[in-house]
């Protein structure tokens, strides 16, 4: 995937995108009955008057900018509650539902649509033919406004729930680990073994999250050098300038002017934040997080932690392990460790869950199913996290039955002796 069609899709995935979609499309329609005004035969043009229209329309412009209000102040409340009741990260993931949009956008197309239609008819733009044309189209909006009202209110039964809020961040962090099993290495070649020696070191000057890798635009810049290009460090890294992120193995008397620099640092994308597309760590990361929130003393709801423990085993047994052809060859770069899902998704959990057995003992359940999926490095890290989850538990736990119960649970899952 390009640069520019990622930055597309993140374009797509705002509400302001899916809005203005809406309100053309509103804009469109409206005036689709002046247009098609000559082509109605003169003997419907007298059936509907213009006070039908304009009442329908009056209705729908007063109404819709009411519900649009309400439901923008709803969303901000939803995230506000996601925010504190499972993590910040997760507000992402609520603004960019598509249920959401899609009522957003169809509250404010409605409104536009009654807007423009109004003008219309009180400039005498329509004809008898456009008032047939705009009764017709304003019934099927007022159809669309019931059934996206119908959607919303079940909707809004869940919003900001954790529950919620934990199935919209699986759905978004699942796809990418699909994507991570299909190609770990974005079909460029994987790094064996160390780095080279004698590559031209290249850091970013700017100080963020790392986005999106364009590997794509990295083969372009290598093949016009006939170099490879070795990309250090993985998306969703936090870098800085002199941190290195790339490595040049130039041919022997090449040199790296200013303009290829340039290029390389447009193929990385910085910001503020991460971005699920290109880091399956990300989801697994969020999860945890909820888990945590769900751990702590002033919330004390280890029902919610077992819960996102089930969640994070589905997203890591996602996708299918396999060699991905390779389409870049002028590009390599690491493989994510398997020790580093492992961290993400139940290092929190674990730590913060280890005085309570229930917690405890999901963890080995799920540690004991991660071993037996046929991914590289799976088995011998869950030994290893379930032995550090059950060191963790006997240092907290006072109840020798409860510690007893979780190292029978560790020896069934023969992920101890």
């Given at each position: ?27 469109l329609?409206?005036l ?13 043009q ?7 229209v ?14 649009l ?12 509650a ?7 990260r ?7 539902d ?8 169809t509250f404010?197309?409605a ?10 008819l ?34 809004l ?5 954790v529950?919620?809020t ?7 962090a ?21 780095l080279p020696?004698?590559l031209v070191?290249?850091?970013h000057d ?5 986005r ?13 050098l006939?170099a490879?290009?070795?990309v ?13 992120i ?23 994308t910085?910001g ?8 399956p ?10 888990a ?22 589905r997203?890591?047994?996602?996708g299918?392990?396999?060699?991905a ?8 770069m690491?493989?994510i460790?398997?020790?580093d899902?492992?961290?993400a998704?139940?290092t ?24 037996l999926l ?16 059950l ?15 979780l ?10 002796d």
């Amino acid at each position: 995937m390009s640069k520019r069609l990622w930055m597309a899709l993140q374009a797509m995935r705002q509400v302001w995108f899916i809005a203005t979609l809406y309100c053309i499309a509103a804009v469109l329609t409206a005036l689709l009955g002046i247009m098609a005004d000559p082509v109605i035969p003169e003997d419907l043009q007298d059936i509907i008057g213009r006070s039908a229209v304009d009442s329908l329309l009056t209705i729908i412009a007063s109404s819709m900018l009411s519900v649009l209000v309400f439901s923008l102040n709803t969303l901000v409340q939803a995230s506000t509650a996601a925010a504190s009741n499972a993590t910040p990260r997760a507000v992402g993931t609520i603004l960019q539902d598509r249920t959401a949009q899609s009522a957003l956008s169809t509250f404010l197309g409605a409104f536009i649509f009654s807007l423009v239609g109004l003008i219309a008819l009180n400039t005498s733009l329509y004809g008898g033919g456009g008032r047939l044309v705009l009764f017709v189209v304003t019934i099927g909006v007022i159809v669309l406004i019931v059934v996206t009202l119908l959607r919303w209110i079940n909707y809004l039964g869940h919003l900001g729930q954790v529950t919620k809020t934990i199935t919209q961040v699986e759905s978004a962090a699942s796809p990418s680990m699909e994507a991570y099993r299909a190609a770990p290495c974005l079909h460029a070649r994987t790094q064996q073994g160390s780095l080279p020696d004698g590559l031209v070191m290249i850091e970013h000057d700017e100080i963020g999250y790392l986005r999106f890798i364009d590997v794509p635009a990295l083969n372009d810049i290598a093949e016009e050098l006939d170099a490879d290009i070795y990309v250090l460090e993985r998306t969703g890294t936090f870098v800085t300038p002199g941190r290195h992120i790339a490595g040049l193995a130039l041919q022997s008397g090449a040199k790296v002017d200013e303009e290829t620099l340039n290029a390389v640092h447009e193929a990385f994308t910085i910001g503020a934040a991460r971005s699920y597309d290109q880091d399956p760590l990300y989801g697994l990361t969020v999860l945890s997080q909820i888990a945590m929130r769900a751990l702590s003393p002033g919330i004390n709801d280890p029902g919610t932690a077992i819960d996102v423990i089930g969640n994070l085993v589905r997203i890591m047994a996602a996708g299918t392990p396999g060699e991905a052809e390779v389409h870049y060859e002028r590009v390599v770069m690491p493989r994510i460790e398997t020790d580093d899902f492992f961290d993400a998704a139940f290092t929190g959990i674990s730590r913060d869950g280890a005085d309570k057995v229930e917690v405890g003992l999901r963890l080995q359940h799920a540690f004991e199913s991660l071993s037996l999926l046929p991914f590289p490095g799976y088995g011998e890290s869950a030994r290893i996290y379930s032995a550090q989850a059950l060191e963790r538990a006997r240092a907290m736990l006072d109840f020798e039955n409860d510690i007893k119960r979780l190292e029978a649970m560790a020896r069934k899952g023969r992920l101890t002796d």
